[in-house]
């Protein structure tokens, strides 16, 4: 044991590991001297989903995207949906051995046009997702990254040179929030999202809205007025619908007015293209022509019942739908 | 001599089926087992005197 301290940079709160500790995402530790990540090949999560699930609604609609997830966050939210698996050390969860070869055979198998590196925290198994990303360009496969947005500029601008789409959790708009709520931080995750946007990777934004904690409508407000003067109308917007979870049982769902009345704020600030999501709302779901307001796409739930793009079009009045339509 | 070649075949079936069922039970076992894997990217090796804010031991 030669008892130095190695610094993780993947992330910004760059744990300081004496030998033998790992780091608050539980999932990389210093092992003689050297970084190791504990997840490597082994995630706890593998499934296909439809890629509206992400949800990411501007890429390859009623596609199926093969999704992997290894345990461990950088991120402590309270109302974590993801808990079991984002907030356990990889050793208490059941996890088995698939190379990022593996990934790649098991997402052509299954006729998968996107792999996604989702359901935790795909920053912290940031090799992995690497790997298998490279991999997957090879193969004319889309990499989709559904994260905290929580990382460095270094390790992210490697990343998005294989990265063609993520959504990004902006869990809210004050660090206050992200400090009490989320133990984290704003500003590196807004950092993040306008780096996505200047490598040229597609973004999608959700953001989760937990009952008397990030509802407040002047909030709301803020957080449109952000996304639209940095990241431009066009970025998707989804508002979701929080479950008591983990350490928040104490709260209730988020009632359905205060959802609605989000996807007003938004469509007011002039963000064309804002959906709700975990909650079925007629028309919550679907995707509107900012121009002539005509239906694009109709979903429902998960399944996409009618997609109208063509070319990435509105078929009526040929305004440009931005996103990855084919 | 016969039997000795009988014998022999049954020892190799044996350490075949024995070696194949104790990597199938050791693989499955160690699913749930943490390997120091990988060596990461993105970090930095630093004086053993700097102050440590990492997470748990080991």
Request: glycine share 6%; aromatic share 10%; with cysteine.
């Amino acid at each position: 044991m030669s008892g130095r301290v190695v610094q993780c940079l993947i992330c910004p709160k760059e744990c300081k590991l004496a030998e033998g500790q790992r780091g608050d995402c539980r999932s990389r530790a210093n092992f003689g001297d050297k970084m190791v990540t504990l997840v490597f090949g082994a995630p706890c999560s593998s499934h296909i989903d439809p890629i509206e699930k992400k949800p990411l609604y501007h890429v390859l609609p009623a596609s199926r995207a093969f999704s992997i997830a290894t345990a461990g966050c950088n991120l402590h939210c309270k109302f974590c949906q993801n808990w079991e698996i984002s907030q356990v050390p990889p050793e208490d969860i059941r996890h088995l051995p698939l190379s990022p070869e593996g990934v790649v055979k098991q997402a052509v198998m299954s006729h998968s046009r996107s792999i996604a590196y989702t359901y935790s925290e795909p920053v912290t198994f940031y090799e992995y997702t690497l790997e298998t990303a490279k991999l997957a360009r090879r193969k004319k496969i889309l990499n989709l990254l559904i994260s905290a947005g929580y990382i460095n500029p270094e390790p992210q601008d490697v990343l998005c040179q294989y990265l063609d789409a993520a959504n990004i959790d902006l869990k809210g708009i004050t660090e206050k929030f992200y400090r009490e709520v989320c133990f984290a931080t704003l500003k590196p995750v807004q950092d993040a999202l306008i780096r996505f946007k200047k490598n040229g990777v597609w973004v999608e934004i959700t953001n989760l809205i937990v009952p008397t904690l990030n509802d407040e409508p002047k909030d709301i407000k803020l957080l449109c007025e952000w996304i639209f003067n940095e990241l431009g109308p066009d970025t998707p917007l989804h508002f979701s619908r929080f479950y008591p979870m983990y350490r928040l049982k104490n709260l209730p769902p988020t009632p359905r007015g205060a959802l609605i009345a989000a996807r007003d704020i938004a469509r007011e600030t002039g963000i064309n293209y804002v959906y709700i999501g975990n909650l079925d709302t007629p028309e919550g779901s679907n995707t509107y022509c900012p121009k002539c307001r005509r239906l694009l796409v109709e979903r429902r739930g998960y399944w996409v019942v009618r997609n109208q793009v063509r070319d990435g079009r509105c078929p009526f009045c040929r305004e440009t739908i931005p996103g990855i339509w084919s | 001599m016969k039997r000795i070649d009988f014998l022999k075949t049954l020892a190799a079936v044996f350490l075949a089926l024995g070696s194949w069922s104790w990597r199938t039970i050791l693989r499955y076992n160690n699913a749930s087992v943490v390997q120091p894997g990988k060596e990461a990217m993105f970090y930095r090796v630093i004086g053993s005197g700097e102050k440590k804010n990492g997470g748990s031991r080991l």
